[in-house]
């Protein structure tokens, strides 16, 4: 009965503070439909469609270019002319004279300045394959292999075959770096789901050193409470807090994206790896906030080390930047975070169709983590309240 009335004022407490509220649920909500929207075009699993222009004489062996450049950008444009800058190809006016010549000089690319990196490496292995199948075109047109009698497309078709393999594909499910074959919806939402999880250290943290400057924990104390019946009431409800905040940031995931025009979340396998994943992050979420609330003497060193904790373990994770642009050192780094471990989690099932095998081992580390940190916290914490006085006010 204590222990329920106890969990009735921590929750009370926390739904009485728009400030902690705020933390917990509104800024990891604004970060998620932010930097979905922001990385949606980065990360989408189609580059984008290209306007080009494209400069050459009004030759055969011109044509074949366009169209055999046409064919590896079927969803872009090649314009002859126009008044907007874009990105320029340009063929020398010799071009067909010295297709055969080795070294061979290439056409000439220029770019705009807001032309990004990753359409500068599409479009130039695409010039790269259109210009190798024009000059085999014009081989085998030379040693007789190619008869002229058959059309452009016919002479493309050909020469296509000649240069396509089978190229076979495995996918290793469930393991390594998956944060690069991601989505921004299946990056973005587990990536600031966790890190908005992690923040309830702050309401935690702070709400301890709040009753024991106001005197409310001695008050606690002489009630002839028990240390573990004071705990078990800081612990439970933001527990409770971490549960709703995963359930809430997978259904923005899954329900509100898709109504803002970015693609909406799928959870494939089964509810339970979900729910351990659920259970094993929350332990870890406050078994950093019980050794915060041991560590910190006042509001204030808990928001500085919940906050400083936090956006570290976030950077470090590949919540911030994902750590398939990191360099090697620093994704080997990224390992002793265990915001990195959750989200390798995460990413595992919803990218890589993962079991709840196969996420075993992630949810494992973090519960070592809870213990870890929970033991120390548990105890630092029990000896601050066994020698907690009406004085003190650090």
């Given at each position: 009965m204590r222990l329920w009335a106890l969990l009735r004022?921590?929750?009370?407490?926390?739904l009485r503070d728009p400030h902690a509220l705020a933390v917990l649920f509104i800024m990891p909500t604004l970060f998620l439909l932010l930097m979905a929207g922001a990385m949606s075009s980065y990360m989408q699993e189609r580059p984008p469609a290209l306007r080009l222009l494209l400069q050459a004489a009004d030759d055969d062996n011109s044509r074949f270019f366009r169209a055999a450049l046409q064919a590896q950008l079927s969803d872009s444009q090649l314009l002859r002319a126009s008044s907007e800058r874009l990105a320029t190809i340009s063929l020398p006016p010799d071009f067909a004279a010295h297709l055969l010549d080795t070294p061979h000089q290439g056409p000439s690319l220029s770019f705009p300045a807001q032309f990004d990196k990753l359409s500068r490496q599409r479009l130039h292995s695409a010039v790269n394959v259109a210009l190798a199948q024009t000059r085999l075109r014009a081989f085998l047109q030379d040693s007789g292999a190619l008869g002229s009698d058959l059309s452009q497309a016919e002479q493309l078709q050909r020469v296509q075959q000649r240069t396509q393999s089978q190229i076979t594909e495995l996918e290793q499910l469930a393991s390594g770096d998956l944060s690069g074959r991601a989505n921004a919806s299946q990056l973005s939402v587990p990536a600031w789901l966790i890190f908005g999880m992690f923040f309830v250290v702050l309401p935690m943290a702070g709400g301890f050193q709040?009753?024991?400057?106001?005197?409310?924990?001695?008050?606690?104390?002489?009630?002839?409470?028990?240390?573990?019946t004071l705990i078990l009431s800081k612990l439970l409800p933001y527990a409770a807090i971490n549960l709703v905040q995963f359930a809430l940031l997978l259904g923005i995931g899954v329900y509100a994206l898709p109504l803002l025009?970015?693609?909406?979340?799928?959870?494939?396998?089964?509810?339970?790896?979900?729910?351990?994943l659920a259970v094993c992050l929350s332990l870890a979420t406050c078994s950093l906030g019980l050794l915060l609330a041991a560590l910190a003497r006042s509001s204030e060193q808990a928001l500085l080390l919940g906050g400083g904790i936090n956006i570290i373990l976030a950077a470090l994770g590949g919540i911030m930047v994902p750590k398939s642009v990191m360099p090697e050192t620093m994704a080997q780094v990224a390992q002793l975070s265990p915001m990195s471990w959750a989200l390798d989690a995460f990413l595992s099932l919803l990218v890589g169709h993962a079991t709840l095998m196969d996420?075993?081992?992630?949810?494992l580390r973090l519960v070592l983590f809870a213990a870890v940190l929970g033991a120390g916290g548990l105890l630092l914490l029990t000896r601050r309240i066994r020698h907690t006085q009406w004085t003190t006010h650090y």
């Open positions: 004022k921590e929750l009370l407490l926390l709040r009753e024991q400057q106001s005197g409310a924990l001695l008050r606690l104390r002489a009630m002839g409470l028990s240390h573990s025009g970015l693609p909406g979340l799928s959870l494939p396998g089964s509810a339970a790896a979900y729910v351990l996420i075993a081992p992630y949810c």
